[in-house]
């Protein structure tokens, strides 16, 4: 599904940003990323979702290389992907099933179809109740939702996301946790970067530990309490 083989990424007029990365992700597996703020987490996830492109070494997403796409060939290829960002990127102008249903009409589904999408992602979150409100009156718990919502909507094989929990108190963040994991049992691959451990040491995950760019871990909880 995910596979990153010697994968470097280099920003112009700074140190890189991952050296010599590899790993594999299989369909269907959730999988943390871990490390101190500026080890390359934030850098992982875009190359994964083809925000950005490597400097070196192979990013292949269901077996295709995404440094040989075709510009116009990415946004097709990001409808696999929900993607959950820090900042949430909500549109504060609009309630929250117009935030939700803005992916639907960028991919084409309108109408009776988008609406019942919309309310069952909203549903899924648990903010049925608030699609007429608008972000600004939610709590950040409930804007970390929203966001949840508006990337699950167009029902992704991958949802990736970027410190979900890092604004957040621990009975919101295991709220947040829980929904992630409810999406996980059902198939959809998960990809969580986090700084701290969410009590991960408790869980079968895989988790991909970086350190100032360098891949230093991949393994799982039961492979960590062995060693």
Do not use: W
């Not at 995404?66 to 102008?93: E, T, W």
């Not at 639907?104 to 899924?124: F, M, P, Q, T």
Request: charged share 20%; with cysteine.
């Amino acid at each position: 599904m995910i596979q990153f083989d010697q994968v470097t990424k280099r920003y112009p007029g700074s140190d890189e940003a991952l050296k010599n990365v590899s790993f594999n992700i299989e369909a269907g597996e959730l999988v943390f990323v871990t490390g101190h703020s500026g080890a390359g987490k934030s850098t992982l996830l875009k190359l994964i979702a083809a925000i950005e492109r490597p400097t070196s070494g192979i990013v292949l997403i269901a077996n295709q290389n995404i440094s040989k796409l075709k510009l116009s060939a990415i946004p097709f290829m990001r409808r696999r992907f929900g993607l959950i960002f820090q900042d949430h990127k909500l549109l504060y102008d609009r309630n929250c099933f117009e935030n939700v249903i803005l992916p639907l009409h960028i991919n084409g589904v309108s109408g009776s179809e988008a609406a019942r999408r919309v309310r069952a992602a909203l549903d899924k979150v648990g903010l049925l109740h608030k699609e007429k409100a608008l972000p600004i009156t939610l709590s950040g718990g409930e804007q970390q939702r929203l966001a949840i919502a508006r990337a699950v909507v167009s029902r992704p094989s991958i949802l990736i996301a970027d410190e979900p929990t890092g604004n957040l108190d621990a009975s919101y963040a295991a709220d947040i946790m829980a929904i992630f994991y409810a999406f996980h049992q059902v198939g959809v691959t998960v990809v969580l970067a986090t700084h701290d451990a969410l009590g991960m040491s408790a869980r079968q995950n895989r988790v991909l530990h970086l350190d100032h760019g360098e891949l230093k871990e991949s393994n799982t909880a039961m492979e960590r309490s062995s060693t």
